[in-house]
């Protein structure tokens, strides 16, 4: 695994060098401000893995920080707080906090939960390329390439393999115009010499299956006199 890096905002030194000292040890990088405006300038310039910051500090108050980052970032952030009270305002929502603690805390309490968040956006990062890579999203509706699924509003759609080809194939290249024709050879995959009303009537029980309104579809689009496109919504 490659080397993570902690970004400390902190204005007390001797808490500051303890935070290196120990995640320097536990094989961290880490990256320190001694105030809000130079740390809010390191964790946009620098992405750092993980943000640990204290709510009082010089220039730009904690609070203050955790929100500008937010508006670019969504890195964990956990605050260390001095005083009880403020532990309301550091998990208001619109802070956007991922955790706290308050001061004194033990070292050993905050590298568990620096690790605890660590792990859990390293899950996340896998999990959404994981399901980029097996499927299509577009509005309500997801195409499961791996398990031969459509699901629309999350629920799983019954629909024949044939469909799901058209679809599949259509999805994979969104607001390109396939005509009838190209799509029999491609989807239906031998050279067809049968009725090309064959992809109307599929595309016809798609969009029956697919769209809210199968008379206006908004997936499945007709582009008269050519053919057919998925639009990307
Ligand atoms: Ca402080």
Redesign the pocket.
């Known amino acids: 695994m490659d080397e993570r890096c902690v970004l400390i905002i902190?204005?007390?030194q001797a808490i500051v060098d303890i935070l290196k000292f120990n995640f320097t040890k536990e094989g961290y990088k880490v990256l320190e401000a001694m105030d809000g405006q130079t740390g809010l300038e390191l964790a946009l310039s620098e992405n750092p893995d993980l943000i640990l910051l204290?709510v009082?500090?010089p220039k730009m108050d904690g609070f203050e920080v955790c929100k500008k980052i937010r508006e670019k970032s969504s890195v964990p952030i956990i605050m260390l707080t001095?005083r009880e009270e403020e532990v309301d305002k550091v998990l208001g929502l619109e802070l956007g906090a991922d955790d706290y603690m308050t001061k004194p805390f033990s070292i050993r309490e905050l590298t568990a939960r620096v690790k605890a968040n660590l792990r859990r956006t390293s899950i996340d990062r896998e999990r959404s390329a994981q399901e980029n890579s097996n499927s299509i999203s577009s509005g309500d509706l997801t195409i499961n390439v791996e398990r031969y699924e459509v699901s629309k509003h999350g629920k799983v759609i019954d629909i024949t393999l044939r469909e799901f080809e058209l679809l599949k194939f259509l999805a994979m290249q969104p607001e390109k115009i396939f005509s009838r024709e190209s799509l029999l050879e491609n989807v239906w995959g031998y050279e067809y010499y049968g009725d090309v009303r064959t992809v109307d009537v599929t595309v016809r029980r798609l969009r029956e299956k697919i769209e809210d309104d199968p008379g206006m579809p908004r997936y499945i689009i007709t582009k008269r006199g050519v053919g057919y496109y998925f639009n990307k919504a």
Do not use: K
Request: hydrophobic share 45%; aromatic share 0%.
């Open positions: 902190e204005d007390e204290d009082m500090l001095a």
